[in-house]
């Protein structure tokens, strides 16, 4: 059965103090991995896909990196704005389009 | 900007009404999706739809029905609300991978 782990569940960081979220994998074969992030009473927003081991994504203070088993999500130097709920998210080549989640890691940064 | 629009935020609805939740995108996405988010379950699909007229289950559909006459249109209906049904409703839409979702409806049934 396909599964998405995802680790801490919560993560309270300082601002300025680097830190990595954790999405594990276990898929019969994997199209895409994809992040989001959430913030309270809204819909998820698009962060990044990738596709294959040794890709890398960035945006801003996010980087995301994928190997065959589990991707993370780096946050460098965070800012308050950063605090929010990370989801990542699995599509399997036999899942026809569908998308199945990890429970999110909620991360707060203090000033 | 992908811009996919819900037609409430908020909703307050009494137990045995029919419920329709609408959701848009201007984006000429063939694919659409319904989820619902609860606190402790995560994200759950309801029913998605990868063309006009078609529809397939998701990992939830009971007590939900859905309609996509047009598509950019993509609609959830509840037949007969009921209390467990009260939760964040998502709607996404996806042009082949990545999804992307609109501001979400919470739906509270009383």
């Known amino acids: 059965e396909d599964q998405v782990t995802q680790s801490p569940e919560a993560l309270r960081l300082q601002e300025g103090e680097s830190s990595s979220l954790n999405c594990s994998y276990t898929?019969?074969?994997?199209?895409?991995l994809f992040w989001y992030r959430q913030d309270p009473g809204k819909g998820p927003e698009f962060l990044f896909t990738?596709?294959?081991a040794g890709e890398e994504k960035e945006k801003e203070r996010l980087k995301a990196t994928l190997t065959k088993k589990e991707s993370f999500l780096h946050i460098t130097a965070p800012k308050p704005e950063d605090s929010a709920t990370y989801l990542c998210a699995v599509q399997t080549t036999d899942s026809w389009g569908k998308l199945q989640f990890g429970a999110g890691t909620q991360v707060v940064v203090t000033p | 900007d992908v811009k996919v629009t819900q037609s409430s935020r908020y909703l307050v609805k009494r137990t045995g009404e029919k419920v329709f939740l609408e959701c848009v995108q201007d984006m000429d996405h063939e694919n659409m999706f319904w989820y619902r988010q609860d606190p402790g379950l995560g994200l759950r699909l309801i029913y998605f739809s990868y063309d006009v007229k078609m529809k397939e289950k998701g990992d939830i559909p009971e007590g939900y029905s859905v309609s996509r006459e047009k598509k950019e249109r993509f609609s959830l209906i509840l037949e007969s609300a009921s209390t467990n049904q009260t939760s964040m409703y998502l709607c996404?839409?996806?042009?082949?991978?990545?999804?992307?979702f609109g501001p979400g409806t919470r739906l509270t049934v009383t």
């Open positions: 990738l596709y294959s």
């Open positions: 898929v019969s074969g994997l199209r895409g």
């Open positions: 996404a839409s996806s042009p082949r991978y990545e999804q992307y």
